[in-house]
């Protein structure tokens, strides 16, 4: 085992740069000048305030909380958002991660218990309001975030969700050299990630050490009680998308999901794995390059999950 680190130190040493990264303001998310859209129009993102108080006939419609990935930005699920506002049949509540959409200071500080934060709050918010079809989507880390929810016990206090659905989760990482975080990390300072030209000023570029150790502790604790059995409520039902290949987040994560998870009638979810390369399959604006097959299976996801929520 010992030998198995020392050969994957040199690989990931080579991703390090210094314990403060030189940022760009003019087009990194990581600076001062460029923030998630949502900080400044929350009602353009949030259902609960731009409905504070629904009708009785609003009440009943379909409201989807999407939950973007670590280290993104709502920007994950504005095709959603848009699909949703011309379909008219239900509604999107974009929700912004704490600690994500503003500066590296944040992004550093935040506990992986900040990011999950913003969908508590606006889970309750919508309780509050009475929406009463209320469902969740995650992409990648927003997957976990959601299933710990359950484990938490979150939603036995607050009310059962209608229709769970994660996007290519992350409960084991593609990048094998992660694990090693919480043994180099203070010397890494930070990693960096490539990004395409349409994805600059809607994601970090850099990303803090520190936040790597709460994405690890994270799905270290999923897959821990994955182990022991997650048992969803009441009237919860869940599905799992998962790209057959995926560099970010193993394609193994939807096998321990539906393993370790079960409705409360005792049955396995469904898992549905598509026959894609990318990460976030269902995300495609602002990568450089899209199919039509890609296109295709974006539109299919977005139907089944609209048809699924009038159910």
Not at 7 to 29: G, K, S
Not at 73 to 84: I, K, P, R
Not at 142 to 158: D, K, N, Y
Request: hydrophobic letters at 40%; charged letters at 25%.
């Amino acid at each position: 085992m010992a030998k198995k680190i020392f050969l994957f130190l040199p690989v990931l040493l080579l991703t390090a740069c210094n314990p403060q990264p030189e940022i760009d303001d003019a087009t990194m998310l990581d600076g001062t000048q460029i923030n998630d859209l949502s900080l400044y129009e929350p009602a353009n993102y949030l259902v609960s305030l731009a409905i504070p108080k629904p009708t009785e006939a609003q009440k009943n419609i379909p409201v989807l909380i999407a939950v973007h990935g670590y280290s993104a930005s709502t920007f994950e699920w504005d095709e959603m958002q848009d699909f949703a506002r011309e379909d008219g049949s239900f509604l999107v509540s974009q929700v912004l991660l704490g600690g994500h959409g503003r500066d590296f200071a944040d992004f550093k500080t935040a506990r992986w218990q900040d990011w999950q934060s913003s969908i508590r709050d606006e889970y309750r918010r919508l309780r509050a309001a009475g929406f009463k079809n209320i469902s969740l989507a995650g992409s990648s880390t927003g997957a976990p975030l959601i299933v710990h929810l359950f484990s938490g016990g979150f939603f036995e206090a607050e009310g059962a969700p209608n229709e769970i659905f994660l996007i290519d989760p992350i409960v084991v990482s593609g990048n094998k050299t992660l694990v090693l975080v919480d043994l180099v990390g203070p010397v890494l300072g930070y990693t960096t990630t490539d990004l395409d030209a349409g994805e600059h000023g809607k994601w970090y570029v850099y990303r803090p050490q520190e936040s790597l150790r709460q994405l690890m502790a994270l799905i270290d604790l999923t897959r821990r009680n994955l182990e022991k059995g997650i048992t969803l409520t009441p009237g919860t039902r869940l599905k799992i998308y998962k790209s057959e290949i995926d560099r970010t987040a193993d394609p193994v994560s939807a096998v321990m999901l539906h393993k370790g998870l079960r409705t409360a009638t005792g049955n396995r979810v469904d898992v549905e794995m598509i026959p894609s390369d990318l990460h976030v399959f269902t995300r495609l604006r602002g990568r450089d390059r899209i199919s039509s097959g890609d296109s295709a299976r974006q539109l299919a996801v977005f139907r089944e999950m609209k048809e699924r929520m009038a159910n």
